[in-house]
C-alpha cells in the first residue's frame, strides 16, 4: 500500500538542520506513527511521504513555509512576570496562552526582574530542514482513527484514555527549543499577534492554578502536571 490520505504510516527518521545538526531522531525511540491528511506532520514532509510504500527511503529538504514558517518579530514581547503567579521560570519553558484566535503555545525567551520575554514562534520557525525518513509501514487508518484525526496506539484512542500525548508528540527537550517534535504541525500560518494569557505551562513538580484578569477579561490558568513530561491540555 503507499502512503495516500486516511493512511497510516509508521516511519523513522532523522532531522538535521542547513548545518547538519541533528534536531531530532526516532533513534533508540518508537517508530512514529502518522495518520495522513489531518495535519499530523508539517506540510512538507507529509507531501514527500505521499506515493512511497514500506521498505522507501526518503530524503527531503523542507523550507520554512512548508514546516514551522518564518519567523515573526511581531510575535516577541514582553510581558510582567506576574502573569505566571508563583511559578518558577527557565528558559525554554513552554505555555499556551489564549489569544483571539484561541490557544497559541509560546516559549520563554529571557527572564530579567519582572520581565519575561515571550516567543510565540514555533523554536523551528525560519529554519530549512533536512529529512532523512525511512517509511517502515503502511496501512489504511480505521473509521475511528479518521473520525478523531489522529493514531490509536494498540486500536486505543489516547485522548480518551488520558494519555493524549502518547500517539501523537514526541517531547524533545534539550534546554533550547523547548517542547516540540520536528516533524509534528505546531505552527499555525496565519499568527495572532496578541498573546493575552499565558494559561498552561508544561513543566512542573506540583499542582498550581493562578486566576488572572485582564484587559480583555480572559482568565490565567497555569497548569503543571506531575505525570514527569511536559504536556499541554
Same mark, same amino acid.
Given at each position: 500500500m503507499?502512503? /495516500?490520505?486516511?493512511?497510516?504510516?509508521?516511519?523513522?527518521? !532523522?532531522?538535521?538542520?542547513?548545518?547538519?545538526?541533528?534536531?531530532?531522531?526516532?533513534?533508540?525511540?518508537?517508530?512514529? /506513527?502518522?495518520?495522513?491528511?489531518?495535519?499530523?506532520?508539517?506540510?512538507?514532509? $507529509? $507531501?514527500?511521504? !505521499?506515493?512511497?510504500?514500506?521498505?522507501?527511503?526518503v530524503?527531503?529538504?523542507?523550507?520554512?513555509?512548508?514546516?514551522?514558517?518564518?519567523? &515573526?518579530?511581531a510575535?516577541?514581547?514582553?510581558?510582567?512576570?506576574?502573569?505566571?503567579?508563583d511559578? $518558577?521560570?527557565? !528558559?525554554?519553558?513552554?505555555?499556551?496562552?489564549?489569544?483571539?484566535?484561541?490557544?497559541?503555545?509560546?516559549? !520563554?525567551?529571557?527572564?530579567?526582574?519582572?520581565?519575561?520575554?515571550?516567543?510565540?514562534?514555533h523554536?523551528?520557525?525560519?529554519?530549512?530542514l /533536512?529529512?532523512?525518513?525511512?517509511?517502515?509501514?503502511?496501512?489504511?487508518?480505521? @473509521?475511528? @482513527?479518521?473520525?478523531?484525526?489522529?493514531?490509536?496506539?494498540?486500536?486505543?484512542?489516547?485522548?480518551?484514555?488520558?494519555?493524549?500525548?502518547?500517539?501523537?508528540?514526541?517531547?524533545d &527537550?534539550?534546554? @533550547?527549543?523547548?517542547?516540540?517534535?520536528?516533524?509534528?504541525?505546531?505552527?499555525?500560518?496565519e499568527?495572532?499577534?496578541e498573546? &493575552?494569557?499565558?494559561?498552561?505551562?508544561?513543566?512542573?513538580?506540583?499542582?498550581?492554578?493562578?486566576?488572572?484578569?485582564?484587559?480583555?477579561?480572559?482568565?490565567?490558568?497555569?497548569?503543571?502536571?506531575? &505525570?514527569?513530561?511536559?504536556?499541554?491540555?
Amino acid at each position: 500500500m503507499k502512503v /495516500q490520505k486516511d493512511s497510516v504510516v509508521t516511519i523513522d527518521y !532523522i532531522v538535521t538542520d542547513e548545518d547538519n545538526k541533528v534536531l531530532d531522531t526516532t533513534n533508540d525511540q518508537d517508530s512514529l /506513527q502518522v495518520l495522513i491528511g489531518h495535519g499530523a506532520i508539517i506540510v512538507g514532509l $507529509e $507531501e514527500a511521504l !505521499i506515493g512511497h510504500e514500506a521498505g522507501d527511503r526518503v530524503d527531503v529538504t523542507v523550507v520554512p513555509e512548508k514546516a514551522y514558517g518564518v519567523r &515573526d518579530p511581531a510575535l516577541v514581547q514582553t510581558v510582567d512576570k506576574s502573569m505566571f503567579g508563583d511559578m $518558577e521560570l527557565h !528558559i525554554g519553558d513552554s505555555f499556551l496562552a489564549d489569544t483571539d484566535a484561541g490557544q497559541k503555545p509560546i516559549f !520563554i525567551k529571557s527572564v530579567s526582574g519582572d520581565d519575561v520575554v515571550v516567543d510565540g514562534n514555533h523554536p523551528l520557525a525560519g529554519l530549512t530542514l /533536512q529529512f532523512h525518513v525511512d517509511v517502515i509501514e503502511v496501512r489504511e487508518a480505521t @473509521e475511528s @482513527e479518521i473520525s478523531h484525526g489522529h493514531v490509536h496506539v494498540d486500536g486505543h484512542c489516547c485522548e480518551h484514555d488520558g494519555h493524549e500525548h502518547c500517539c501523537c508528540h514526541h517531547h524533545d &527537550d534539550d534546554g @533550547e527549543t523547548g517542547e516540540h517534535h520536528c516533524c509534528h504541525h505546531h505552527h499555525d500560518s496565519e499568527h495572532d499577534h496578541e498573546h &493575552d494569557e499565558c494559561c498552561h505551562h508544561h513543566e512542573h513538580e506540583h499542582e498550581h492554578e493562578h486566576e488572572h484578569e485582564h484587559e480583555h477579561e480572559h482568565e490565567c490558568r497555569c497548569h503543571h502536571h506531575d &505525570d514527569g513530561e511536559k504536556s499541554a491540555q
